[in-house]
């Protein structure tokens, strides 16, 4: 197994930070949950499924596009990102999180939606002589 060059370790510890703000801001989100899950279930299914599909893909096509520009635009260097471009990645990234969590979070309602409900139980149990074991 090789060893970690300096330039893989520069830009770990770059990341690194970025990494922990976009688990941090998820793990928020999800404190959020339960007033979303309202919020999603008084919209109409098929509002839900178009949202969660467009939060899906719309957020990797803007992760994609927002890298590409900072590549583009010379953000990236050989020791790694610059301070601006780190600043971008790290927004991409939120935006990157926020628009995937609401797209799981239409997916889980629509699924909700579709659950059917147990059969309700009888009002009195009933012991039948039959299923006694004696």
């Known amino acids: 197994m090789a060893a970690i060059g300096y330039l893989e370790?520069?830009?770990?510890?770059?990341?690194?930070?970025?990494?922990?703000?976009w688990l941090g801001y998820g793990l928020w989100m999800r404190k959020q949950s339960e007033r979303l899950h309202t919020k999603l279930l008084s919209r109409p299914r098929n509002k839900n499924i178009g949202l969660g599909m467009l939060g899906f893909f719309g957020s990797a096509a803007i992760m994609l596009a927002g890298l590409f520009a900072i590549s583009a635009l010379g953000g990236m260097t050989k020791s790694g990102p610059s301070i601006l471009a780190w600043i971008a990645i790290a927004a991409?990234?939120?935006?990157f999180v926020h628009l995937q969590v609401l797209a799981a979070a239409n997916f889980v309602v629509v699924l909700e939606q579709n659950v059917t409900p147990p059969p309700a139980k009888?009002?009195?149990?009933?012991?039948?002589p039959e299923n006694k074991n004696s």
Do not use: E, M
């Open 9 to 21: 370790l520069v830009i770990f510890l770059q990341g690194l930070p970025a990494l922990i703000l």
């Open 122 to 128: 009888p009002s009195q149990l009933q012991d039948f």
């Open 92 to 95: 991409l990234g939120l935006i």
